[in-house]
């Protein structure tokens, strides 16, 4: 599936997505990026409101186990089971979530507890930057299932 395509996707799937102004800037199996403009999630300080960050690096991380698991199983199911959050500054501009599974061995043991379970666990850790400065630091663990 193409970014364009997984855009319309989520669109389609998860509509607050579409309202809150998100965009796939990168879908591979190894790297996640995924856009919000800051006008439809500001809050009364004029920055990014907090659950509209969270949202977005939760999706972020969704996105990620999506291209990686459709490959081994499309009709599997994701689901977020827990997550943390740390915002570290404002953010005052429109923001990016990034996501990146570059450990073949985690990426391996997922699928083959998938196989083996028909449900794996994937950890994730997502990140919002603006240019070189760190503004918010997210993990997920996601369930894939049947």
């Not at 997505?17 to 995924?34: A, L, Q, R």
């Not at 991380?61 to 291209?67: D, E, N, T």
């Not at 450990?103 to 070189?132: A, P």
Request: overall charge negative; hydrophobic content about 40%; glycine content about 4%.
């Amino acid at each position: 599936m193409e970014k364009h395509e997984f855009e319309q996707f989520l669109y389609d799937h998860i509509p607050i997505t579409e309202k809150m102004g998100f965009t796939i800037v990168e879908f591979t199996k190894d790297k996640v990026k995924v856009a919000a403009k800051l006008e439809p999630n500001i809050n009364h300080k004029r920055t990014a409101f907090g659950g509209s960050i969270n949202s977005l690096m939760t999706v972020c991380g969704w996105a990620m186990v999506f291209i990686n698991i459709k490959e081994v199983d499309p009709e599997a199911h994701i689901v977020i089971r827990k997550s943390n959050i740390e915002y570290l500054a404002p953010i005052d501009c429109d923001f990016i979530a990034e996501c990146e599974l570059l450990d073949e061995e985690d990426r391996n043991k997922f699928f083959e507890m998938y196989k083996k379970h028909k449900k794996g666990r994937l950890t994730l850790k997502v990140t919002c930057h603006k240019e070189t400065k760190l503004l918010a630091e997210y993990e997920g663990q996601y369930v894939a299932f049947k």
